[in-house]
């Protein structure tokens, strides 16, 4: 158990709803990043929230957004979801500001299944 | 945007067997790698963090080693053992990517008893 809690473990939905999935980091971590794995891709990085401001942005796309939370935890927001969305959600959070050298510690993730 | 190798794609050993697989990852701009496993059901697990060229990080019967120069690390199990079956990740991170990291395809590892 790495310490970072994510909700839903599940999700099914349909075409063009919008879900939102919640992270909440490891006690004392600033940092939280989203990560997406889908079935014909690897593990691919959304973004990066620290203390509470973006800080940097992977491949994600329009219709996703997030956003970190005074109390550090933090929301990705998915919309007008795809059949392509369907798809692995973690969240992992670090100590500080996301330094190259500094670990990630990975949640147990969403699994998303958009019908 | 990195481009991140790993070999093989899977792996079968018996248990007791030693392996290794290798990450490869572009040499400029690089700052640190990164080593998961990831097994099945489960969140990726940090296994080790290396930076300095010949670096050589050590997890009971895990090792792994770094050489930034030409840009590749490899993973080593010693004695294999059914629980050691996982996906092996590498992550390579620096430069502009910063804490971004860029996760290879991973060796999938299947240790039989």
Redesign the interface.
């Known amino acids: 158990d790495s310490g970072v809690t994510q909700t839903p473990k599940h999700l099914i939905t349909a075409t063009g709803q919008r879900v939102t999935l919640r992270c909440s980091p490891r006690s004392g971590d600033l940092s939280v990043y989203w990560y997406q794995q889908s079935l014909d891709q690897g593990l691919q990085f959304l973004i990066h929230y620290y203390n509470g401001e973006e800080r940097a942005k992977g491949n994600i796309l329009e219709r996703f957004s997030a956003q970190q939370f005074p109390d550090l935890h933090s929301e990705l927001n998915l919309s007008s979801l795809e059949l392509g969305d369907s798809a692995l959600y973690f969240c992992a959070s670090s100590v500080n500001s996301g330094g190259a050298s500094e670990t990630q510690y990975f949640g147990p993730g969403t699994r998303l299944l958009v019908l | 945007i990195l481009n991140v190798e790993q070999s093989p794609q899977s792996l079968h050993v018996q248990e007791g067997d030693s392996t290794n697989f290798t990450c490869s990852f572009p040499s400029s701009n690089f ?2 790698l ?1 080593w ?1 496993r990831w097994e099945t059901a ?5 296994l080790f ?1 290396m ?1 300095l060229n010949g670096d050589e990080k050590k997890k009971g019967r895990i090792s792994a080693t770094l050489n930034t120069k030409e840009g590749y690390s490899y993973l080593y199990i010693k004695g294999s053992q059914p629980e050691d079956s996982a996906t092996y ?1 590498c ?1 390579p ?3 502009t ?10 060796t999938i590892l299947t240790v039989h008893p």
């Open positions: 700052y640190a990164h998961y489960k969140s990726p697990e940090a963090v930076t990740l992550a991170s620096g430069g990517s910063y804490g971004k990291l860029t996760f290879g395809q991973g």
